[in-house]
């Protein structure tokens, strides 16, 4: 098709339109093999039906197994760990926690600092939406000393093995290994 814009024009666009033309033909081609998909299970006979519904309806019992467990360790809630009767009962929760989740977040807050705040109301909607993943915070305030009714001792140890330096900081705990911390607003534009 000669548009009367001279033979440059015309190369460039018989160039183009090949181009589209063979984009065009994979897509169908790629179209008409899920078509042929989908016509093969119409053409099966009821025993494959039969054995995919299996597989899948095993699949779907699996994935609730899974989610029923998560729910049972805590997964889907946002909950303060607890330090109970003992100081030292905030670090034993926290590694059995963690024993128990292949991932975990961890908010490492104090009352008195406003900025944790806003990473309580986010990890509280978040929770529920990722149930894969427990979430969890632990008070560090009084850490330093056990008599101010704070943490205690378990978490003062895990301040301090852990490196907790800013309030708030967010730990990210994958297969038992904390990966990253997130220590302020900074990582997520300093605000």
């Not at 809630?77 to 989740?101: I, M, P, R, W």
């Not at 939406?129 to 009084?142: C, D, L, M, S």
């Given at each position: 098709?000669?548009?009367?814009?001279?033979?440059?024009?015309?190369?460039?666009?018989?160039?183009?339109?090949?181009?589209?033309?063979?984009?065009?033909?994979?897509?169908?081609?790629?179209?008409?093999?899920?078509?042929?998909?989908?016509?093969?299970?119409?053409?099966?006979?009821?025993?494959?039906?039969?054995?995919?519904?299996?597989?899948?309806?095993?699949?779907?019992?699996?994935?609730?197994?899974?989610?029923?467990?998560?729910?049972?360790?805590?997964?889907?809630?946002?909950?303060?760990?607890?330090?109970?009767?003992?100081?030292g009962d905030v670090a034993k929760s926290f590694f059995d926690a963690a024993k128990k989740s292949n991932r975990m977040v961890v908010h490492f807050y104090r009352p008195t600092t406003?900025?944790?705040?806003?990473?309580?109301?986010?990890?509280?909607?978040?929770?529920?939406?990722?149930?894969?993943?427990?979430?969890?915070?632990?008070?560090?305030?009084?850490?330093?000393d056990v008599r101010e009714g704070g943490g205690g001792v378990g978490a003062k140890y895990l301040v301090e093995k852990l490196g907790v330096v800013v309030m708030p900081t967010l730990?990210?705990?994958?297969?038992?290994?904390?990966?990253?911390?997130?220590?302020?607003?900074?990582?997520?534009?300093?605000?």
């Amino acid at each position: 098709m000669d548009l009367g814009f001279g033979s440059t024009n015309q190369v460039v666009g018989n160039a183009a339109s090949a181009s589209i033309l063979s984009a065009a033909r994979a897509q169908e081609e790629a179209i008409q093999s899920e078509i042929s998909k989908y016509d093969s299970l119409l053409d099966c006979n009821d025993g494959e039906l039969e054995k995919l519904r299996e597989r899948r309806l095993a699949q779907m019992k699996n994935a609730a197994d899974q989610r029923r467990k998560w729910l049972e360790n805590g997964h889907g809630t946002y909950d303060e760990l607890q330090s109970g009767q003992h100081g030292g009962d905030v670090a034993k929760s926290f590694f059995d926690a963690a024993k128990k989740s292949n991932r975990m977040v961890v908010h490492f807050y104090r009352p008195t600092t406003w900025s944790c705040d806003s990473f309580h109301r986010a990890l509280a909607d978040l929770a529920p939406k990722h149930p894969e993943t427990r979430f969890a915070k632990i008070n560090v305030e009084g850490c330093d000393d056990v008599r101010e009714g704070g943490g205690g001792v378990g978490a003062k140890y895990l301040v301090e093995k852990l490196g907790v330096v800013v309030m708030p900081t967010l730990l990210i705990v994958k297969d038992r290994k904390a990966v990253h911390q997130l220590r302020g607003f900074d990582e997520l534009g300093g605000r």
